[in-house]
């Protein structure tokens, strides 16, 4: 019904007065990468201070794991390469389209490297690298005063290059934020096994994944690879290509039909074992069924926990259980009793990143702001606790009280209530889906197969060749010319 036929007019909705914030991201991985953008999209200021010399995390693959003293953010290796398909693998709104150009990974399942460039790509598009300061090691985030609520921020600068190492000069510096985003990922601190004896004594090589590159060092050796996780089986195949013998040991998640034809396709280097239970001082490691193999290194693949040691917050938010959950976090994001100004973007596991990270950070960026509220504190403390109940009825262990174990419709619930992102659209969550049996059937060949359904092959040409695509392409070649004239101003 028009106006003026005796109806009164309808109210005007108020917008609520959005507040602009001085905001501190820590890391400049995807998750700081997304929170920068969101945060400035909602108006607010934003560093992103970042300790290596890019951005882009765990995708800044790093051939020498240590420099001195300082051990390298990435556990990339050197074959890595995607386990998700790169359709379903990009921002909402900047896909992780094929470029062209040298050194760009057109495949599917593309190599760390087409990862990075695509994240730089997503910082030019968005002019995000003047927010970002690099080489900056963030040592301390404290409250200024429980009144204000804001944060004292302590980092320290590397002055000389990478080669330089640890001796490297260093320049501290402290500033105030309104707000700090935590973003500094959950793959760089390694978690090793408890219950293998011997570990301390044992004189041979021993080393976790996140300091593994290649499999050269171990060409002729007798290895056992602990666990059989992603990484876990990525290293195992990478090193029977040297390795005299490779023995992965491993507990129920290695009875997999993927790992039983994996070990199969190459019984001539591949062993499995169960569990390892010892080290020997005779160089022997033997397993929970009481047998044992002489080994001259033992790789752990064993996975990360979380880790903030920069972060004062008198107790308010703190990691548990063998580094294994940050709590408490309202959905995984606001320590209740410090939200909206503290908040962690990257914590949940098992989820789609970009994508999930992104619904995160615009959260936090529109909780700053004021244009969404977060429930009362205590609110938020009852659902924590209500989640990890729920968990612990369903038989969950404690230490995956950040899996986003409730599959794919959970995740999506999650990005359009909190994020506003719209779901994926059907063909990509069908060739998702249809990746995962692929990969859970053969490991060695899931990423090189093409066999994508009729609407999986509709949805592709759309995508590649669609007008988002050509949009994103010229985007990216504007601002690639805009950074080229800015380094020749430079000059
Ligand atoms: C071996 C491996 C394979 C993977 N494969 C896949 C895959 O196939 N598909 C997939 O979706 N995901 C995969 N992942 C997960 C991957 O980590 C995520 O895709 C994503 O990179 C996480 O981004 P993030 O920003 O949360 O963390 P990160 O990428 O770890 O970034 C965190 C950043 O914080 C910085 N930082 C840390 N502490 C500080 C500090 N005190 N001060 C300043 N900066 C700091 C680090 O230097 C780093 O740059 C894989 C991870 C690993 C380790």
């Not at 062209?100 to 593309?110: I, K, L, M, S, V």
């Not at 997503?122 to 429980?146: I, K, W």
């Not at 244009?371 to 990890?388: I, Q, S, T």
Request: proline share 6%; aromatic share 6%; hydrophobic share 40%.
């Amino acid at each position: 019904m028009a106006a003026g036929d005796g109806e009164p007019e309808p109210a005007v909705q108020q917008r609520p007065q959005l507040q602009s914030k001085n905001v501190c991201v820590v890391g400049g991985g995807m998750a700081g990468l997304a929170a920068a953008r969101e945060l400035r999209r909602e108006g607010h200021a934003v560093t992103v201070m970042e300790q290596s010399g890019d951005v882009g995390g765990q995708w800044l693959y790093d051939p020498a794991p240590t420099r001195g003293l300082v051990p390298s953010a990435s556990s990339a290796y050197a074959s890595l390469r995607l386990r998700t398909p790169r359709e379903a693998m990009g921002f909402s709104d900047f896909q992780l389209l094929p470029r062209d150009g040298a050194g760009r990974d057109p495949r599917r399942f593309p190599g760390h490297r087409e990862v990075h460039c695509y994240l730089r790509d997503f910082c030019a598009a968005f002019g995000l690298m003047d927010a970002v300061r690099l080489n900056t090691r963030v040592v301390r985030v404290a409250p200024t005063s429980t009144a204000t609520r804001q944060w004292a921020v302590r980092s320290v600068r590397r002055l000389g290059g990478p080669e330089d190492g640890a001796r490297a000069e260093e320049e501290e510096e402290e500033a105030v934020f309104d707000a700090v985003v935590v973003a500094t990922g959950q793959y760089s601190h390694p978690v090793l096994p408890s219950g293998i004896e011997g570990a301390g004594e044992w004189r041979r090589r021993q080393l976790h994944s996140h300091l593994y590159r290649t499999p050269e060092p171990f060409r002729g050796e007798a290895v056992v690879v602990v666990g059989c996780g992603d990484s876990g089986t990525d290293i195992a195949l990478d090193l029977r290509r040297v390795a005299r013998v490779v023995h992965l040991a491993a507990g129920s998640e290695a009875s997999t039909p993927a790992v039983s034809r994996m070990v199969a396709n190459h019984g001539d280097v591949l062993r499995l074992h169960p569990r390892a239970r010892r080290l020997h001082a005779d160089g022997r490691v033997s397993f929970d069924d009481g047998s044992s193999v002489v080994a001259d290194t033992v790789i752990y693949c064993t996975g990360y926990g979380y880790s903030f040691p920069f972060l004062d917050t008198g107790g308010a938010v703190a990691v548990g259980d063998g580094g294994c959950v940050v709590g408490p976090l309202f959905e995984h994001v606001f320590p209740p009793s410090l939200a909206p100004s503290l908040s962690f973007v990257g914590v949940p596991r098992k989820v789609l990143v970009p994508w999930f990270v992104e619904a995160q950070a615009r959260w936090v960026a529109q909780a700053l702001s004021g244009r969404r509220a977060l429930p009362p504190e205590a609110e938020m403390v009852r659902a924590v606790e209500e989640h990890l109940r729920a968990r612990e009825a369903a038989g969950v262990p404690r230490k995956h009280a950040h899996h986003h174990i409730n599959g794919i419709d959970k995740m999506i619930e999650f990005m359009e209530e909190h994020g506003g992102l719209t779901p994926m659209e059907e063909w990509k969550e069908e060739l998702l889906l249809s990746s995962v049996a692929s990969m859970c059937d053969d490991l060695e060949t899931f990423r090189d197969r093409a066999d994508d359904g009729e609407s999986v092959r509709k949805g592709l040409q759309g995508w590649r060749g669609g007008l988002a695509a050509q949009a994103q392409h010229e985007a990216m070649d504007a601002a690639a010319e805009a950074e080229a004239d800015g380094l020749a101003m430079d000059d």
